[in-house]
C-alpha cells in the first residue's frame, strides 16, 4: 500500500477529508448494516432532530504507525463504551461497542494510505459520531439516526507541539451540575466555542474550567483533561461527575502506576492547591499529553516551575511512556492496542 503525498510532519489539527467513511442508518428500531462510502456529505431533513436540537454525540481516537510498521487503533473498547453512555444519556439508540470497534477498524482499513508513516508525529484521527437524522418539530428524541465514522490525517492540537501552553482560568462554564459533563455530547462543545474564541483573542490556549456549582474546583479544559505533579512527584488528576472521563487520563493513571511507579491521587481538586503543583499537563487523544507552563487566574499569573520552555520531567516520562506504548516501542498491557490488518 503507497502512502499518499502528504507533508505528515507539517499538518495541524486540521480536517483533511480521506478517501472512505463508514455510514449506517438506524430505521424503525433496528440498525442497517453499514457500508463503506466515498460521499463525504449528508443529506437530512431541515427539521432533523440533530440541527434542531443538537441531539449528536461523538467519539475521537487515533490509529498509529507503530516502529515495527504496523498500524494500531489505541484502546477502541473504551471508546465505544463510552459512546453506548452518551447515547444513553441523549435518549439515542446504542451502536453496541463491538459493531462500533468493527466499524472503528474497518474505516481505518479503508484509509491506511493516510496513516502517518511512523516518526512523523503525525496520526489519524478517527472520529465515529451519530445524530438524530429524522423531522422532529416538539421537543422529544429523533426515531431515525445515522452513525458515522470518518478520518482525518493530524498533527498536534496545540500548535508548537510539545512546548508548554499559557491557559486561563474561565468565567464561562461547560457543563452544568447533574448535566452532561460526563459524555461527549456534541452541545458541550457548543457550549464552549465563546469561551474558546474569547480566550484565543486574549492570548490564551484554552480555558480552565472550574465546576460550576462552587466555581472552587478544576474540572477539564474544553477539550482535554487535567493531570498535576506535586513537588514531591505525586500524579493528581480531578475527579468530578460533570467532566469527560478521558481515556488518556485512564491510561496515564496506570502508567504512572505500574510503569512508573508513582503515587496517583484521583480526587477533587481545589483551584486553591493549583499555585502548590510542580507541573501541569493537558491530556486527550487529541491533546495527547500538552505541558501547561502558566495559567492565568483574572490577571495574575500561576507559573510552574518547569517553565514555558519544556516539559516537566515527571509529564515528559508520562509522554514518552505513553506514546512508547502507542506507538510499539513499549510493551503495551493486555488488550490495548488493536492491529488493523492491511493488505
Ligand atoms: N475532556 C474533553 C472535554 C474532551 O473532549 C476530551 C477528548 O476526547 C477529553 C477530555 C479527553 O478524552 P480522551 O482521552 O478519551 O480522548
Ligand atoms: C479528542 O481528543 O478526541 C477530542 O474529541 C477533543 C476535541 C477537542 C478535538
Known amino acids: 500500500m503507497e502512502k499518499k503525498d502528504i507533508d505528515w510532519a507539517n499538518l495541524g489539527f486540521g480536517y483533511l477529508p480521506?478517501?472512505?467513511?463508514?455510514?449506517?442508518?438506524?430505521?424503525?428500531?433496528?440498525?442497517?448494516?453499514?457500508?463503506?462510502?466515498?460521499?463525504?456529505?449528508?443529506?437530512?431533513?431541515?427539521?432533523?432532530?440533530?440541527l434542531q436540537y443538537a441531539q449528536t454525540c461523538f467519539e475521537?481516537?487515533?490509529?498509529?504507525?507503530?516502529?515495527?510498521g504496523k498500524i494500531v487503533v489505541f484502546r477502541p473498547d473504551l471508546n465505544g463504551q463510552r459512546m453506548e453512555d452518551s447515547c444513553k444519556r441523549l435518549e439515542m439508540p446504542v451502536y453496541p461497542k463491538e459493531?462500533?470497534?468493527?466499524?472503528?477498524?474497518?474505516t481505518v482499513q479503508a484509509n491506511a494510505a493516510y496513516v502517518p508513516p511512523f516518526g512523523s508525529g503525525a496520526t489519524l484521527y478517527v472520529r465515529p459520531y451519530m445524530f438524530g437524522s429524522n423531522a422532529v418539530i416538539g421537543v422529544s428524541p429523533a426515531d431515525e439516526y445515522q452513525f458515522r465514522v470518518f478520518t482525518t490525517p493530524v498533527g498536534p492540537y496545540f500548535k508548537g507541539g510539545a512546548?508548554?501552553?499559557?491557559?486561563?482560568?474561565?468565567?464561562?462554564?461547560?457543563?452544568?451540575?447533574?448535566?452532561?459533563g460526563h459524555i461527549k455530547a456534541g452541545l458541550n462543545y457548543a457550549m464552549s466555542l465563546h469561551a474558546i474564541v474569547d480566550a484565543h483573542d486574549k492570548g490564551f490556549a484554552e480555558n480552565m474550567y472550574l465546576d460550576p456549582a462552587t466555581r472552587t474546583k478544576v474540572e477539564e479544559t474544553g477539550g482535554a483533561n487535567f493531570i498535576f505533579v506535586?513537588?514531591?512527584?505525586?500524579?493528581?488528576?480531578?475527579?468530578?461527575?460533570?467532566?469527560?472521563?478521558s481515556i488518556t487520563r485512564r491510561s496515564i493513571i496506570y502508567v504512572a502506576k505500574e510503569y512508573l511507579g508513582l503515587e496517583v491521587e484521583e480526587r477533587e481538586v481545589y483551584f486553591d492547591e493549583v499555585k502548590?503543583?510542580?507541573?501541569?499537563?493537558?491530556?486527550?487523544?487529541?491533546?495527547?499529553?500538552?505541558?501547561?507552563?502558566?495559567?492565568n487566574d483574572h490577571g495574575?499569573?500561576?507559573?510552574?516551575p518547569s517553565g514555558m520552555d519544556e516539559m516537566g520531567p515527571i509529564t515528559k516520562k508520562l509522554y514518552d511512556t505513553l506514546t512508547g506504548i502507542q506507538m510499539g516501542r513499549i510493551?503495551?498491557?493486555?488488550?490495548?492496542?488493536?492491529?488493523?490488518?492491511?493488505e
Request: glycine share 6%; charged share 25%.
Open 18 to 50: 480521506t478517501d472512505k467513511r463508514f455510514v449506517t442508518n438506524f430505521k424503525n428500531g433496528e440498525w442497517e448494516e453499514g457500508q463503506l462510502v466515498e460521499d463525504d456529505t449528508v443529506t437530512i431533513s431541515e427539521c432533523a432532530c440533530v
Open 60 to 68: 475521537g481516537l487515533k490509529a498509529y504507525t507503530t516502529e515495527q
Open 99 to 106: 459493531k462500533f470497534v468493527d466499524a472503528v477498524i474497518k
Open 163 to 180: 512546548k508548554p501552553i499559557y491557559i486561563r482560568v474561565s468565567d464561562f462554564d461547560r457543563a452544568a451540575p447533574h448535566g452532561t
Open 230 to 245: 506535586t513537588k514531591d512527584n505525586k500524579v493528581v488528576t480531578p475527579k468530578s461527575d460533570s467532566i469527560l472521563p
Open 276 to 295: 502548590d503543583f510542580a507541573e501541569c499537563g493537558l491530556c486527550g487523544t487529541a491533546a495527547v499529553i500538552s505541558p501547561v507552563g502558566k495559567i
Open 300 to 304: 495574575t499569573d500561576i507559573c510552574f
Open 331 to 342: 510493551d503495551a498491557p493486555e488488550g490495548w492496542i488493536q492491529e488493523i490488518p492491511v
